[in-house]
Every structure is written in structure tokens, then in C-alpha cells.
């Protein structure tokens, strides 16, 4: 998705991205996605979706080696190595996790010249009826709890839409870990956070312009 205007257009994923680097890796992030973005191919911003597709199909048919198996053979050398750990994570969230899918929605979020599309990976439910709208981290780079952060108050902002009454859920796949906000959260701290977030990010991309 390209930018028009003044307006950026990015995911959730990209903007969790950005959050989870700290320093210099920041402008780096945003300037190689803004290249992306830009002039979108098939090896940047679609390296992950197949995976992430056969995770969601996996896990709706029951059968997640089934759906997982054929598409990391599947994968092209420079995908082969991400694939498998992405693969082996999942399956072993699911070891003894087997949560049906349900259907999630997605939106978007505008703040000041940023346009957020916010689309929940999956919906899922547990056998005793709890949902969760969920944001799957696949990443190789280790996901920080400001990266966590971030995905999980704007997924919880707009569950309304997402899946009502869900609880946000952040998993970070080949590390097999769950983030969840707690109850003690301050949202309004956390608001506020995202604010600067979201000046900073528009701000780095302004200046990869001109890098």
C-alpha cells in the first residue's frame, strides 16, 4: 500500500516494527519500509503472508502440521530458515493450546498523517467460549514489550469492531510467548506513549524521504 499526499499508510505490523527498535535501528526501519511501500515487490512486503495464511488455515481445519508443512517446503531459499522457525513456534503454542477460529474484522486508525490499517491475524475462541483478537509476531528480531504494547492497546481500542468482547492478544511466534495488557495498565499513559510513537514514526519518515 503506497502513500498519497501527506498521508502514510502503513500496517499495524510495520508500526509494531518501528516500536520494537530503539536508536538508529528505528530510521533504519522506516526507511527501508518506506522503500517498500513505495515500490511494493514480491520479496519485501509479502515475505511473511504465507506462513501467517497457513497458520490461520491450520489452525481453523484442526490440522496445523497439515497446512504448515507444505508451504515451508514450499518456500523460496531466502524464506526456508524463517518458515521453519515460524512453524516450529506455532506448533508449539499449539501443543496443548487448541483454540477454534472465528471471524475477526479489521479498520483503521488515523492520528495526525498517520493512516494505521489494523487487521487482527486471527480471531480465536476457547472450548469454555473466551475470545481473543490476535496479532501474530513472526519476526526474527526478538519482539520487546513496547512492541507488544503497542499492538495490543490499539487492538483493545478498537475491539469494538475487531471481535466485541474480545481480549487482545500479541503472540510472538517462534519465541512460543503470549503478551496481554493487565487490567492495571494506565490507558491514558499508554495514549499518550502511542502519540509520541506515532509523531516520531511520521517524523523518521519525513526525513527517509531525503536520506
Known amino acids: 500500500m503506497a502513500t498519497t499526499s501527506a498521508v502514510i499508510r502503513i500496517s499495524l505490523g510495520s508500526f509494531v516494527d518501528y516500536s ?60 526456508r530458515p524463517h518458515y521453519e ?29 498517520l493512516d494505521l490499517g489494523i487487521t487482527p491475524h486471527l480471531g480465536l475462541q476457547e472450548p469454555n467460549g473466551r475470545t481473543h483478537v490476535v496479532f501474530l509476531y513472526v519476526k526474527d528480531r526478538p519482539l520487546t514489550r513496547d512492541g507488544a504494547t503497542v499492538a495490543l492497546r490499539l487492538l483493545e481500542r478498537h475491539r469494538d469492531v475487531l471481535l466485541p468482547g474480545a ?30 510513537e506515532v509523531a516520531a514514526y511520521t517524523a523518521h519518515w519525513s526525513s527517509a524521504a531525503v536520506a
Do not use: M
Not at 178 to 189: C, E, G, I, P, V
Open 20 to 79: 520494537v527498535g530503539t536508536g538508529s535501528v528505528r530510521i533504519s526501519t522506516v526507511t527501508q519500509q518506506r522503500r517498500l511501500y513505495d515500490n511494493p515487490t514480491v520479496f519485501g512486503l509479502s515475505f511473511y503472508p504465507r506462513i501467517i495464511n497457513a497458520i490461520r488455515a491450520g489452525r481453523a481445519r484442526g490440522d496445523d502440521l497439515a497446512a504448515l508443512a507444505p508451504v515451508v517446503e514450499a518456500a523460496r531459499p531466502p524464506q
Open 85 to 113: 522457525a515460524v512453524a516450529e513456534g506455532w506448533l508449539e503454542c499449539t501443543r496443548h493450546w487448541k483454540p477454534a477460529v472465528v471471524p475477526v474484522g479489521s479498520t483503521r486508525w488515523r492520528s495526525g498523517d
Open 167 to 196: 481480549e487482545p492478544l500479541v503472540i510472538d511466534v517462534r519465541r512460543h510467548r503470549h503478551h496481554r495488557l493487565t487490567a492495571r495498565a494506565n490507558r491514558a499513559k499508554l495514549d499518550a506513549w502511542i502519540d509520541g
